[in-house]
């Protein structure tokens, strides 16, 4: 989440978010002019045009119950990265393991030869100034989380699949066929080119 959140206020919207404890990623977002509330609340509501949760937000979530009863558009943390994507030509890495450090070389390489990608990343990687993120003009790259099922419905220009194991399988009916099935119905959806890690 908070790549996205830097990526939208580098855009020039406002944004603002809760985590349960304070941390260095907290810190850092506040310097970047972030709000961050620590605990969610009904209070930490600051009229939103749009609540982006996680799938981890249950539905008794005081602030996403503010966001329904008021009327407030609530959307997935997936779908703000899908449309996000659809914006510009991308490439995303997916795979049971090994994303963001793929991701993280792809982006050194583009960044090395030239090139001036948007880098969204699930983790902290030195090789961006901003930990998890950095703002381009070019391709988007992006890592893109398998663990709920919803990146089978991304259509990249470009995609890697690193690797596939039974992981996150309570997602997907507690099977390994489900989950592979989900990252056939993936692969299907890439517009121009995919790499696979296959044997």
Excluded: W
Excluded at 67 to 95: D, F, H, Q, W
Excluded at 146 to 159: H, I, L, M, V, W
Excluded at 181 to 190: D, E, P, Q, S, T
């Amino acid at each position: 989440m908070s790549g996205l959140a830097m990526h939208l206020a580098s855009e020039g919207d406002q944004v603002y978010g809760s985590n349960y404890e304070e941390n260095e990623r907290v810190d850092y977002l506040r310097a970047k002019g972030i709000n961050i509330y620590i605990g969610h609340s009904y209070e930490n509501f600051e009229k939103p045009d749009v609540v982006v949760r996680t799938t981890a937000i249950k539905q008794g979530n005081p602030e996403l119950v503010r966001a329904l009863s008021e009327g407030v558009p609530t959307i997935y943390r997936m779908e703000l990265l899908k449309n996000l994507l659809s914006r510009n030509t991308s490439l995303c890495v997916t795979g049971t393991d090994g994303k963001t450090t793929t991701t993280a070389m792809i982006s050194k390489i583009l960044v090395d030869s030239g090139r001036d990608p948007t880098v969204l990343l699930g983790g902290i990687n030195p090789l961006l100034s901003d930990g998890n993120y950095r703002k381009g003009e070019g391709l988007i790259v992006s890592e893109l989380d398998e663990s709920d099922g919803f990146f089978a419905s991304f259509k990249p220009d470009y995609a890697i699949i690193t690797n596939v194991r039974g992981d996150h399988l309570e997602h997907y009916d507690n099977s390994f066929n489900n989950l592979k099935n989900h990252f056939k119905y993936f692969a299907r959806g890439v517009g121009k080119m995919l790499v696979t890690n296959a044997d």
